[in-house]
């Protein structure tokens, strides 16, 4: 981006522009040279690397530059230190051995993306919403006569109505294109005044040659020069009832990664924090989902259960994660609790492919369930201007870590 573009995009924003002291614009300087350092040393090098710098000092979205590389390095420096640490990937991610890790081990995994949380709280704390997620989705199903059976077993009956099965992709990307039309209409209330090009963005079906390339849905975030898409698979549309897209709109697109994604690009975050505060992004694409239900976006009651069950796969699986690496439940024991939990799969994470996924990246789903909580608990009852507000200070300087989700009001 030009700097003629960045002003603009900020002007764009309402932001008030206060063009930094020569000192302040130095110590940026540094402090970028001195994390594309840190990015290259082991963790223990790294951190004493960035020692020297005052955080009070910088913009902030440096701020949080260095915040999150100091708390992610931190963990990281721990991690290298376990016997069972095993190999590595780029990004000092260590990864677990072949066996069960250790309690203190899965901690730090879920540290590393997310900040500092106790698995066993996060365990009771998803419980918790899993049961109230049931509890509301029962409340539901006995509106369309459907009491009786597990909350699985009922989402399972209700995918199978060929009444809200689509025959043709054609008209699913319509239903999903009339949801994001009132999406867009829904963003300043949401979210306060976006530069234009954060919401021009559309929905289109993978073409035949990505499907026959065996590509799955992506997205595209929008710039000042881009317009921003999500293009969502639809290759086996009668796993796509029309009653779980509304939900996906909001996630994927708004007010959802977007909307987030597209600011992050104004705080150009460095690469250390997007690695160490990654579990935000899914957290923000899940909070977009529940602030598009109570906006009133999922008026009809099947909506509001696709928009359940995706919640409830996010907690499912979360929940799964923790029984799988912290209880130790086998493959199929995990299964069973998630058909009994959501029935049917979410459509990109069918249990086959999923469970062993889970069982590779320990505490990782576990990351984006809590980011969400975490941005739903800072948030809280706000309304009006001071959600705006509220979500402002979530979005304009970029994803952070769950420390400072808190520290952000």
Not at 188 to 203: E, I, R, S, Y
Not at 298 to 323: E, S
Not at 327 to 353: C, I, K, M, N
Not at 391 to 403: F, K, S
Request: aromatic share 6%; charged share 20%; net charge positive.
């Amino acid at each position: 981006m030009t700097a003629f573009d960045r002003r603009s995009v900020i002007a764009g924003l309402g932001a008030s522009l206060a063009w930094p002291s020569s000192a302040v614009a130095q110590d940026t300087e540094k402090l970028s040279a001195a994390l594309d350092g840190a990015a290259t040393l082991p963790p223990a090098q790294a951190l004493a690397s960035l020692r020297g710098f005052d955080d009070r000092a910088l913009p902030p979205a440096r701020r949080l530059d260095l915040l999150t590389a100091r708390a992610g390095l931190a963990v990281d420096a721990q991690l290298a230190a376990l016997p069972q640490a095993g190999p590595r990937k780029a990004g000092y991610r260590p990864l677990p051995d072949a066996g069960p890790i250790t309690p203190g081990h899965y901690a730090l995994l879920l540290a590393r993306p997310l900040g500092r949380v106790d698995p066993r709280a996060a365990q009771r704390r998803l419980t918790r919403e899993l049961a109230a997620l049931h509890a509301r989705a029962a409340r539901l199903f006995a509106t369309l006569g459907m009491a009786e059976g597990t909350i699985g077993a009922r989402f399972t009956a209700l995918w199978q109505d060929e009444r809200f099965l689509y025959a043709d992709p054609a008209a699913a990307v319509a239903d999903m294109a009339r949801s994001l039309a009132a999406a867009r209409m829904r963003v300043p209330a949401a979210v306060g005044p976006v530069p234009a090009w954060c919401t021009d963005v559309a929905v289109r079906s993978l073409s035949p040659a990505e499907i026959a390339a065996g590509r799955n849905g992506y997205r595209i975030v929008p710039t000042p020069t881009q317009q921003g898409a999500y293009i969502v698979d639809l290759k086996q549309l009668r796993r796509r009832p029309s009653w779980t897209l509304p939900s996906v709109v909001a996630h994927e697109l708004l007010p959802g990664h977007m909307i987030q994604l597209g600011l992050e690009g104004i705080a150009a975050p460095h690469p250390l924090r997007i690695d160490y505060a990654a579990s935000f992004v899914e957290g923000w694409g899940i909070h977009a989902e529940a602030l598009a239900a109570a906006e009133g976006a999922f008026r009809d009651p099947r909506v509001q259960l696709g928009h359940l069950h995706w919640l409830i796969f996010r907690v499912a699986r979360a929940l799964a994660d923790l029984g799988i690496h912290l209880d130790r439940w086998s493959l199929d024991a995990a299964r069973a609790h998630l058909v009994a939990w959501q029935g049917e799969p979410a459509y990109f994470a069918p249990y086959d492919t999923e469970l062993p996924r889970i069982a590779r990246e320990p505490a990782s789903r576990v990351g984006e369930a809590m980011a969400w909580l975490a941005i739903a608990d800072a948030v809280g009852t706000r309304a009006g201007r001071r959600r705006i507000a509220a979500h402002r200070r979530l979005l304009d300087h970029g994803r952070m870590r769950i420390e400072q989700i808190g520290n952000s009001f």
